[in-house]
């Protein structure tokens, strides 16, 4: 009885904010976690944990049984907001309560307005398809996220279903809240509109027309095509593909205006039509030479190679406007993995190739190689450093790919089977600062 008093005790004391060692999913481990919210569920009180030091997409709603109540930690004490933005991955405030569920639609519904979300299927139940949001561009947000409140950091949507693919969502995305209920949200996979159950998608589908994502087809090689996408022209298309993204990106918010962003859309094409397997969005004008803003695989295709196709693509659109260009930071964990990797292939790509042609003796610059490849003059820095190709040697620089770095790139080269082909890439680049309106 003892017994029962202090669990019951210590789990009243188990509040937001409080960190204790939690297991994780089915694995063995108890890594710590904070507590970010709390609900009562079929009787049950559960706790939708963070484990520090790990990425949010393992975020989860845990049962009491999970949790090692005996080294629960108090809630650390708030920094003052002009010190929090500064450290860097602190966690904004908690309320030191459990969020009345009115006052977690009304949040909710404020954020849509305050995300312009023009949302139907709050107004008329019986719409089928729920309309898509006014406005909603995905853009990186450096550091500390003005609506990264609580509701934003709990996964909000079970599933979804897209052709053949049944996703579970990484992280908070905002759709209607009333589809969130849902056990899945069934999705157009060409034109991505999102209706509530397979019959709407049904009658959906037997009145789009869509096979493709809209815009031009800028690229087709086999059975790999790019399409752009104008997120003025194409707002509907763009601003469903924002939401979808927000699903797999944690370190976006969701602005209001597609307008000034092109999208790059792959998709793998088969008898049924051209299906979407990632995409990149990139700024019309970028004054500080952006060459993509998002890039997302959907996760049925990651790990695949798709992820260094989309980054090379974006590479060789900037070869074509002739300039240098990188991706927006933060980086998540996978972004730097992926870019990582490419910068490297790439470069070793190049320095492989000329001492195969010149010997030992083959001189390059950094400048030439940021020219060759259109990798920022800092990206390539960093990665001959990071491979650790840079020497200092009687009085300059000089760049030395050993023997086992041979090995290794030949290696990784065996695996990456498609390549972008320039050849392949109908494309002219705009030069938007001419243009009155995007
Ligand atoms: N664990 C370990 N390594 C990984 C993982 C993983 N889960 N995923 C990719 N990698 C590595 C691969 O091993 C590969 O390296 P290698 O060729 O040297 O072996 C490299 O990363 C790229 O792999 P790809 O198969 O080409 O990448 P993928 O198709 O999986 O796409 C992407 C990568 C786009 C980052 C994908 O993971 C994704 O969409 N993630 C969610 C969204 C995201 O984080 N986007 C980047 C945000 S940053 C920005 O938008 C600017
Ligand atoms: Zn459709």
Same mark, same amino acid.
């Given at each position: ?96 309560r ?48 003005c ?7 709990i ?14 969502p ?76 927000k ?32 995409y ?30 989309l980054?090379?693509? @974006?590479? +060789? &659109?900037?070869?074509?406007?002739g =300039?240098?260009?990188?991706?927006? %930071?933060?980086?998540? #964990?996978?972004?730097? $993995? ?51 190709v ?11 790919? @050993?023997? +086992? &770095?041979?090995?290794?790139h030949? =290696?990784?080269?065996?695996?990456? %089977?498609?390549?972008? #082909?320039?050849?392949? $890439? ?13």
């Amino acid at each position: 009885m003892a017994v029962e008093l202090n669990e019951a005790s210590l789990l009243r004391k188990a509040i937001e904010g409080c960190r204790l060692p939690v297991r994780m999913g089915d694995t063995d481990e108890w890594p710590l976690a904070e507590i970010i919210s709390k609900r009562e569920h079929a009787a049950r009180k559960e706790f939708y944990v963070h484990y520090i030091d790990y990425n949010k997409r393992l975020d989860e709603w845990v049962t009491s049984d999970r949790l090692n109540l005996g080294k629960l930690q108090p809630p650390m004490k708030k920094e003052p907001k002009s010190l929090s933005g500064a450290a860097k991955g602190s966690r904004p405030s908690t309320p030191d309560r459990e969020i009345p569920v009115p006052l977690k639609k009304q949040m909710s519904q404020n954020r849509k307005r305050k995300l312009g979300m023009l949302d139907k299927a709050d107004d008329d139940s019986s719409q089928e398809v729920a309309a898509p949001p006014q406005t909603g561009s995905l853009r990186p947000h450096g550091g500390d996220k003005c609506s990264d409140d609580v509701v934003t950091r709990i996964k909000n949507v079970h599933m979804i279903e897209m052709g053949q693919y049944r996703m579970k969502p990484w992280y908070f995305s905002p759709y209607p809240i009333e589809l969130t209920t849902e056990p899945v949200i069934y999705l157009c996979e060409f034109c991505l509109k999102y209706v509530r159950s397979r019959k709407s998608l049904e009658r959906h589908r037997s009145k789009c027309t869509l096979f493709h994502p809209p815009g031009n087809e800028i690229y087709r090689k086999e059975s790999i095509s790019f399409f752009e996408i104008d997120g003025r022209k194409n707002k509907a298309f763009a601003q469903n593909l924002c939401l979808l993204a927000k699903l797999f990106l944690d370190h976006k918010t969701l602005y209001y205006d597609t307008d000034p962003f092109l999208f790059y859309v792959m998709t793998s094409q088969d008898s049924r039509g051209f299906h979407i397997v990632g995409y990149f969005s990139k700024e019309k004008e970028s004054t500080e030479d952006y060459n993509v803003a998002c890039i997302l695989v959907l996760p049925p295709f990651q790990r695949k190679g798709y992820g260094k196709l989309l980054i090379e693509f @974006s590479y +060789e &659109l900037s070869k074509f406007e002739g =300039k240098a260009g990188h991706p927006e %930071k933060p980086l998540s #964990d996978l972004g730097l $993995l992926s870019y990582r990797s490419y910068w490297t292939q790439t470069l070793l790509e190049i320095l492989i190739g000329l001492k195969r042609e010149e010997g030992s003796q083959a001189m390059v610059t950094i400048n030439e190689l940021c020219e060759m490849t259109s990798i920022r003059k800092e990206d390539v820095v960093s990665t001959l450093q990071h491979l650790n190709v840079i020497h200092y040697y009687k009085g300059q620089y000089v760049l030395h790919v @050993s023997d +086992e &770095l041979v090995e290794g790139h030949a =290696k990784s080269t065996r695996k990456k %089977k498609t390549r972008i #082909d320039p050849k392949c $890439l109908h494309w002219t680049p705009k030069d938007w600062t001419k243009r009155g309106k995007w």
